[in-house]
């Protein structure tokens, strides 16, 4: 086939559409010999592989004609019982079952989301610095984005109530907030329960929606969780979105998101159309694995083994980076970030540090604003042990070489 | 919760969307006692489940770690290479594991092949009738549709060239066409190879791209197949998509799309911020089903099931329908199209025999414009023998009562 060139028929979101910076340099970085300390993927070594073998298999032997068969749109009845109770029990969320959509991943949460939610040039405020795979679904709906500083307690509501007002006296509409409430990608900060109540104040007083995206709040490693969004929201404002890929397993890609009835029916027409209906397999599997309580017997064991790698990693960091490097100590989820002084470029630092078989994700596509670039990611989810303990000396020393002494 | 009513937030497309009439019907007529001949779910009596159990529990034994993880957004590469081959063996079209995707389904192929190449407001051309699942992805991206009626060989090219014709008189610019070549939903016709090649013509003079959506093309009960317009395609327009859920199971949601390399890395950016990556337990499953035959096993045991559903149907239709109803034999797929006297009106009738416990879907849905109230969509695929007689028995008596004497 000698194509010739349609670029001029992509639609201009398309065009202009960059690769996720993360599932790009995890391609680079696919070789054995590397120490990567770059994707938030789970540690397979947690994995409940014998147990999800063994439902799968009772599942498909027992009812193939259900569990192969296409399911609702909405997901599986039964488990978005379950998942109402979840919500409950877990997380002080009360609603009731036609208020959960069951979805692959949370990342499909978020894109109907946006899909119901965002038209062409509505703004969206967003964490300064956030996941972009968040301000990717927004920006694939066309919505455009605003940063908001994040500090060691999360979005700083100062400079969001500062922002609103700014904007509202230029006659300029927001749409909405989107906030990773709990140990947030990338920073690993926890947004306070002051500033929680105060941006459910704002969304109320300014009209906005709140994307109330936690994929990491069950991995707490200590302190008392906080309460949801969504469970202090009065008028219903919040889209609360929750992941199964860290507490059960990503690649069966099951995600699920809580909002008004009405909403959810939205959401639901979009999927129609979207992919029809998640994977009818993995949520038979997710249902039995929640109903013979191995849930949350997995997120227990993840929390303990989480935890010891972080740990590590926050012990390696004391022992081999300078202290003119700062990062925080997470309470939970998979990251820490690392603060370079200002005029070293982690961009720089993560070329030096690929060629020595070292990754990391550098922080400023993180940065709507293209800011942060002497910031970085560590992650101790994926690594073992000896990756961390190598790849934190590495980098230990060649950001001592490059240090102004 | 008492939620505050947020309707006026949602974008134009949401809260203009309606949701699709199969899957609402199907919620309508799920009871037991229903003789439903209106969804075209597969037959969970040739679903592999036995087989797909062992694969599932030995995959999940021998490598959970890959199995549960994420994978890459473009999909397992070893079952891209197995896809490339089926693509080449079966369909004739040569293509690198570069120029494939794999996706949740083949619905959501069309959604990120519209995402790349749909703009608000571009007019995508769609059979007169069309399977609404396409056309509802058409304008989940603000696109618009205009129909070009379908005869017993398929869409009509001469009507096509003269709206071409006439658009392009008009200033009017045209992006695409969205075409379902064998078997279409919900006629069951066939587009015959004459009319292939206009098609293909036409796309390069008027510069388009052809959307061809291929879900039943495996499942041909008589004469030969045609070849894939991508085959016969030499500058690269052609889209194409396929699906596993007739050849496999629905509930794993496995698609796959092929294209140019350039427009293929476009959909897999837009398909990172949608979902992140294909389930990948059912990838690793769907491999092993391919490299140990057992879909082509699977493809020719279904045509023979299927077959024998097609004529059984429409022995029972020639035994208990006037001759005043006119409807076709479909060569393969799961459908059969029954058209009234233009007087009749098929909504009504649904009306009347779903209070019979008998379903059917409306022909209206399926015409863009409104036509279409006197046909009907008859599936074999899914219901028992017993229930394909007495449902069309019942329908038979309730059309003659309705007819002029």
Chains 1, 2 share one sequence.
Request: aromatic fraction near 8%; proline fraction near 5%.
């Amino acid at each position: 086939m000698s194509a010739v060139n349609l670029t001029h028929l992509y639609s201009k979101i398309a065009a202009a559409a960059q690769p996720s910076a993360i599932r790009e340099i995890c391609k680079l970085i696919d070789r054995p010999e590397m120490k990567s300390l770059a994707g938030g993927w789970p540690d397979p070594a947690v994995f409940p592989g014998k147990e999800i073998s063994s439902i799968a298999a009772d599942q498909l032997i027992q009812r193939a004609d259900q569990v192969l068969q296409y399911g609702t749109t909405e997901g599986l009845a039964e488990l978005r019982q379950e998942l109402a109770q979840l919500a409950r029990q877990r997380h002080g969320i009360e609603c009731s079952p036609e208020q959960i959509l069951i979805t692959h991943g949370s990342a499909q949460a978020m894109d109907l989301a946006c899909r119901v939610l965002i038209d062409p040039a509505d703004v969206i405020l967003v964490g300064l610095p956030t996941y972009f795979g968040g301000t990717g679904a927004i920006k694939a709906c066309g919505g455009e984005v605003i940063g908001v500083p994040v500090d060691n307690t999360g979005m700083n509501t100062d400079r969001l109530a500062d922002i609103l007002k700014q904007m509202a006296d230029n006659g300029k509409r927001i749409k909405g907030i989107y906030v990773i409430p709990n140990f947030q990608n990338p920073t690993g900060v926890t947004l306070s329960l002051k500033r929680r109540k105060i941006l459910l104040t704002l969304a109320e007083s300014h009209d906005l929606v709140i994307f109330e995206d936690d994929p990491y709040g069950e991995l707490r490693y200590e302190g008392r969780p906080l309460p949801a969004l969504m469970s202090l929201d009065t008028s219903g404002r919040v889209i609360h979105m929750r992941s199964m890929s860290k507490i059960f397993a990503p690649g069966m890609r099951i995600g699920w998101v809580v909002g008004q009835p009405e909403m959810i029916r939205k959401m639901v027409i979009a999927k129609q159309f979207v992919d029809c209906a998640t994977n009818t397999l993995a949520q038979y599997v997710l249902l039995e694995f929640i109903r013979s309580r191995l849930l949350t017997k997995t997120i227990n064991h993840n929390i303990k083994h989480y935890r010891r790698k972080r740990d590590y990693m926050l012990q390696q960091l004391k022992k081999h980076f300078s202290r003119k490097v700062k990062w925080n100590r997470p309470a939970g989820g998979f990251f820490i970030f690392i603060r370079l002084p200002e005029y070293l470029d982690a961009t720089e630092l993560l070329t030096e540090a690929v060629d020595n078989n070292v990754a990391f994700v550098a922080g400023a596509p993180f940065y709507i604003d293209g800011s942060g670039q002497n910031t970085f990611r560590l992650s101790y989810s994926q690594a073992s042990k000896a990756d961390i303990a190598a790849g934190v000396k590495a980098l230990g020393a060649m950001i001592k070489q490059r240090l102004k002494t």
